[in-house]
């Protein structure tokens, strides 16, 4: 007993140190647990106490970040590591939480619902938390725990609110396919743990363990892996489930599931990336095979795909399987300290692609359903949300005057860079695919505008341009994207 | 803030002001676009005279006139370096006339715009943006800012065409914006790649400054675009090689040539009457320019090689535009594929790489720019009037409209290159650069100044056959007594339009010196530069 003594105090003691590093997720904790007490026993007196827990804890986890900056620590015995990459991330993912959460009181306000919608915000708080931790850690375990946080909390964002028998069916998909990806994963982290005897992929004895595994099993360890991790970031052929879900969800939980969990997963690659693709064993060749071939098959069918769509949302849906695509080139060319590029795009992508849903809610309020075809000739009853709504298409095909132009050209010159430097064919297939997609994008971003203005519909049904929260917001998003597309060092020079 | 910048930058304020002002004024937009556009055409026509025609321009600072050089984005990249884009424009004897012709169409296009009645304030907002977007073109000096305009230039063509159009309006617009996209995106790829390769001399960072790119050492060794010991390639295609053809595409979808033209028949005749001029008058020749002003500038040594095939190329497209300009029923279709075969003629000046060719090829696209706009015009006037432009539904119109066929002949006889208007001096500069070629060494086979005079024949056969059939003999119309009476002569506004065009042509083809005299010390200094490499 007496030999822990020593051990304990000291364990504890840097425990106790390390806690400060763990600020704002112990904010998002708290507004957690204060979320459910509140929509178990306030909701009923004061309405919407619930959201605005919700909305001090993105606020409060927000502030707490600030203070961190420049100040890169480990903590935790190695399991939490935090430096600019991460607080930027994680800044990214409270503010799209945050606008998420406005999104979600505004999408419930009119619709009269059979449950909570308070409960809601909890979740939302879970899930923001999951892929806060998942965004400082390079820890296998605790990258599961996060993981299966979010997706547990996905889940149920998914399928808690849902109205009809096509959502419940989303809802199911989403749980079974999840749950078999996960214990995919972990089995796939069980082997890798065998090999190495140790769970942080950026240390020496993982990759020396790695370097030293039988290469069949080392295979089909990692295949487990990206398995897990490729459910989560919907790329092919994972992406299965997410055009339904995506179609079945309330339109806010879209947007949420569409833009934030990537944010995460993909700090997370791009710190895989550095650390393994360094060595000129076996499994770094296989990894940066596996994640260009993923790439180049995610850009292709979410591209190719989203061409039939007709309903907006599951367009979203491929839409942002190309773009998970594209990220993954930009994770592939991530060089170490050359993150800006990488945030720029995906705080860009966060403000396309949450306007473009905000869109989409507004204009499903105001029509009754999400098809391209309904929005034939309404170009000319709605110019304002219209002319956002095509300028948002514009930026996701990645045109200039546009933020997303900057953003695919940064990535590109990433890219092209290290294809010169090492000459290496994979970076040269990654472009050419990256450019033709891009073209295939524009067919059907423009259908946006290809039906709203192009098109003219006889019927005089009396829509009249109404400005809600939603059309305002994505109208704000949009002079963003637009100003950005002209200045972008405004924001590149604060990632810095 | 210089005069080019005010130049540039006036379309743009009239777009917001036109965005500006409500709906209920509506009246007073062509006003305001008619008045912009004609501000830019006096600015434009005082840069003119004062443009000093014996500058060189094209690979030098110095060369260059009106300069305005602005850091834009400084950017650092970490590992990427600094990222140095500046708003740098800048006039040369190549862009000053494509400048002044430019203002020229674009106030035609306004002042053809007169009747249209469907959502003016989106047009004629659209039209100023399109306004600025060509400016910008003709003269950014950036590659990256070349670049913004060059897409920017896109959206509003692809509404202007799309909302304003004929019945497969849609399918032209997007057939159009594909097109030029494909080209563009992988334009996008070369422009990166050579960002990469040059080194800015004065300050050590990567730049997209095109002047600094025309130099040779300027470029990085070991770069992927290095112009000594370049090891890369692309499919076994040397990497110089490979940015020379991906941006001669890019821009070739533009001219056009065959077999990348097919958008063009489609986006003319389903453009409205004002956007066909604008696309046949201006839009071409950003083409044209781009492979000058870019893919002769920056890659010299790739176009040393591939000269007789880009030349073989401008000759198919000569002919074949012409053939098919023989075959079509639609006079609209007709006057386009005219087009292919007139710009087919820019190419093979081009290609020749001598002082003759590539003036020529340079008149030639200023006089196919206002004789193209005037044509569509007219067919414009036609289908304004009946609706139908069917060359079989109409005969004898020469006594229904006696003025009508008088600027009609006229213009057809200048673009067919009857000697005394401007498209003869251009044509036949163009066949003897390419006849000269051959004593230069620059790859050109003789052969193909003969094919371009077959092309000159064949024009003269489809536009006088054309003649013949719509405007000669006895009057029968397939509307009968309703078309008899709609069809009325010109205007005052239409022929306050269309006379100053003709009156252009013959005075560009009496007196060529307006033109060459600017251009020349720029073309020789073009010329100079790529023959090093032959």
């Given at each position: ?9 000291e ?5 106790i ?13 708290i ?5 459910i ?5 306030f909701?009923?007196?004061f309405?919407?106490?619930t ?10 986890a927000?502030i ?12 935790f015995?190695g ?15 409270l503010?799209a ?12 306000k009119?619709?009269a ?6 409960d ?16 400082i850690t ?10 299966e946080?979010v997706?547990?909390?996905s ?5 808690y609110l ?13 749980v079974?396919?999840?749950s078999a990806?996960a ?8 082997l890798l ?20 595994a ?5 295979s ?10 490729g459910?989560k970031l919907?790329f092919?052929?994972f ?6 879900v995506?179609?079945?969800?309330p339109?806010?939980i879209?947007a ?10 993909m700090i ?11 060595t000129?064993f ?20 979410g591209?190719?795909?989203a ?10 849906a ?12 930009a ?8 993150t ?7 705080a860009v992508?966060?403000?396309m692609?949450?306007?473009a ?6 204009l ?5 359903d999400?098809?391209i075809q309904s929005?034939?000739?309404?170009g ?7 002319v956002g709504?095509?300028l948002?298409?514009?930026s996701?095909?990645?045109?200039p005057p ?7 050209f940064?990535?590109f ?7 010169s430097?090492?000459?290496?064919f994979?970076?040269l297939?990654?472009?050419i ?32 341009e ?14 963003a ?5 002209i200045?972008?060092?405004l ?5 810095k | ?9 006036l379309?743009?304020f009239?777009c917001l002001?036109?965005l ?11 006003y ?5 556009a004609f ?9 003119y ?6 500058q ?10 009106f300069?305005e050089?602005?850091?834009w984005?400084?950017l650092?990249?970490g590992s ?11 006039i040369?004897?190549i862009s ?18 007169w009747?249209?009645s ?20 003709f003269?950014?000096l950036?590659?990256?800012?070349f ?8 959206l509003?063509?692809?509404f202007?065409i799309?909302?304003w159009?004929?019945?497969?309006r849609?399918y ?10 494909f ?24 730049t997209?400054?095109m002047?600094?790119?025309m130099?040779?050492?300027n ?12 090891s ?8 110089r090689m490979?940015?020379f053809?991906?941006l ?5 979808i533009k ?18 009457t ?9 839009l071409l020749?950003i083409?044209g320019?781009?492979?000058?002003r ?6 010299p ?15 198919v ?11 079509q029923?639609d006079?609209?279709?007709m006057i386009?594929?005219s ?10 000046g081009?290609a ?5 060719g ?5 008149f030639?696209?200023v ?12 067919v ?14 109409f ?13 009609l002949?006229?213009?057809?006889f ?8 401007s498209?003869?001096i ?6 003897i ?7 230069v060494g620059?790859g ?5 100044a ?8 064949l ?17 029968r ?15 005052k ?6 006379f ?6 013959l005075l560009?083809?009496i ?13 020789v ?10």
């Open positions: 007993m007496e030999k822990f003594e020593p051990v304990i105090s364990t504890i003691d840097h425990i140190a390390s806690s400060g590093l763990l600020k704002p997720e112990i904010a998002l904790a507004a957690f647990l204060l979320s007490i509140s929509s178990l026993f909701e009923k007196k309405k919407n106490s959201f605005l827990i919700a909305v001090l804890g993105f606020i409060s927000f707490l970040l600030i203070p961190q900056f420049n100040d890169p620590q480990e903590g015995f399991m939490i590591r935090r430096d600019d990459f991460s607080i930027y991330g994680r800044m990214l993912i503010f939480s945050l606008v998420t959460g406005f999104f979600i009181q505004q999408h419930f009119h619709k619902i059979k449950r909570k919608i308070a809601v915000y909890s979740i939302l708080l879970a899930a923001s938390f999951g892929l806060s931790l998942l965004t390079t820890n296998w375990l605790l990258v599961f725990i996060s993981i946080t997706s547990i909390a889940y149920v964002l998914v399928g849902s109205e009809n028998k096509k959502q419940s069916e989303a809802a199911v998909k989403y079974l396919f999840g990806c214990a995919m994963m972990l089995y796939g982290l069980s743990y065998g090999f190495t005897g140790n769970l942080d992929f950026t240390s020496a004895m993982h990759i020396q363990g790695l370097i030293s039988p290469k069949i099993l080392c089909v360890a990692i295949l487990f892996l990206f398995a897990g991790i459910f919907s092919a052929p992406h299965v489930w997410s055009p339904d995506y179609e079945g969800a339109t806010p879209t949420f599931l569409s833009t934030v969990p990537k944010i995460a997963v997370l690659f791009s710190r895989l990336c550095a650390s393994w693709f360094e000129f076996y499994f770094s060749e296989l990894t940066f095979l596996l994640l260009v071939v993923i790439a180049i098959v995610t850009m292709v069918v591209n190719f795909i061409l039939r769509q007709e309903n907006m949302k599951r367009l979203m491929y839409s942002s399987i190309g773009h998970t695509g594209f990220l993954l080139m994770v592939l060319a991530f060089v170490q300290g050359n800006d590029v990488l945030l720029f795009y995906m992508y966060v403000l692609n949450l306007s849903f905000l869109y989409i809610d507004y499903e309020s105001k029509i009754g999400a098809n929005f034939m000739g309404l000319k009853k709605l110019p304002f949300t219209f709504f095509s948002i298409g514009i996701l095909i990645g045109l546009t933020a997303g132009f900057i953003g695919k940064l990535i010159s990433n890219v092209f860079e290290l294809y430097e090492s000459s290496e994979a970076y297939l990654l472009l695919v990256g450019a033709i997609t891009t073209v295939v994008s524009l067919f059907y971003y423009l259908k946006i505008p290809l039906y709203a203005f192009l098109k003219e519909n006889k019927s005089d049904s009396v829509i009249k109404t400005f809600t929260f939603q059309n305002c917001l994505a109208f704000l998003f949009c002079i994207v637009v100003i950005l597309g200045f972008p060092s924001l590149l020079s604060l990632l | 803030m210089g005069i080019l910048s005010i130049l540039l930058l379309p743009l009239a002001l036109i500006a002002i409500p709906s209920s004024y509506r009246n007073s937009y062509k305001i676009a008619l008045g912009f501000l830019q055409f006096l600015v434009s026509g005082y840069l005279w004062q443009f000093d025609g014996s060189t321009g094209i690979n030098s600072v110095s060369g260059y006139q300069v050089q602005l850091p984005l400084r650092d990249l990427l370096g600094q990222l140095e884009i500046d708003y740098f424009i800048g040369d004897g000053m006339p494509l400048i002044l012709l430019s203002t020229i169409v674009m106030l035609m296009a306004i002042g053809a715009s009747n249209i469907k959502s003016l304030k989106g047009y004629f907002a659209l039209m100023m943006l399109l306004s600025t977007a060509i400016i910008g073109i003269v950014a950036d590659f990256f800012l670049y913004i305009f060059y897409e920017v230039m896109l509003p063509l692809y202007l799309g909302i159009g004929g019945a497969r849609e032209a617009a997007i057939k159009f914006f594909i097109y030029t996209l080209g563009s995106v992988f334009m996008l790829l070369v422009m990166v790649g050579l960002y990469f390769s040059v080194i800015n001399p004065d300050t050590g960072a990567h997209f400054n002047l600094h790119m130099n040779p050492a470029y990085v060794d070991g770069s992927f675009f290095a112009t000594a010991a370049n890369f390639d692309v499919f076994g295609i040397p990497a490979v940015g053809i991906i001669f595409i890019a821009f070739a001219i056009p040539i065959v077999p990348l033209h097919t958008w063009l028949p489609d986006a003319h005749v389903e453009a409205p004002p956007v066909s001029i604008i696309l046949a008058g201006i020749k083409g320019y781009g492979i000058i870019i893919c002769y500038s920056v890659f040594d790739a176009a040393v090689q591939a000269n007789w095939w880009i030349g073989l190329i401008g000759v497209s000569i002919i074949y535009g012409a053939l098919n300009a023989l075959a029923k006079l609209k279709r386009a594929y087009s292919v075969s007139h710009m087919g003629f820019v190419t093979l081009i020749s790489m001598t002082v003759e590539i003036s020529g090829a340079m030639q696209m006089s196919h720019g206002f004789l193209s706009a005037a044509l569509f015009f007219m414009g006037v036609i289908y304004d009037r009946v609706h139908d432009r069917y060359i079989y539904n005969r004898g119109l020469a006594t229904l409209m006696p003025k009508f066929t008088a600027y002949a006229i213009a057809f200048a673009s067919l290159g009857l000697p005394g208007f498209a003869f251009g044509e036949a500069f163009v066949i650069g390419t006849f000269n070629a051959e004593l620059t050109i086979s003789r052969w193909m003969l094919a371009g005079s077959i092309g000159i024949l024009s003269a056969v489809y536009f006088l056959w054309t003649l013949q059939r719509m405007f000669f003999g006895q009057t119309l397939k509307g009968g007594e309703e078309w008899a009476v709609a069809l009325t002569d010109l205007s506004r239409e022929q306050l339009i269309l100053p065009t003709i009156a252009l042509s560009l083809g007196m060529p010196s307006l033109v060459f005299d600017q251009m020349n010390a720029a073309v200094n073009l010329v100079a530069l790529v023959s090093t490499h032959l």
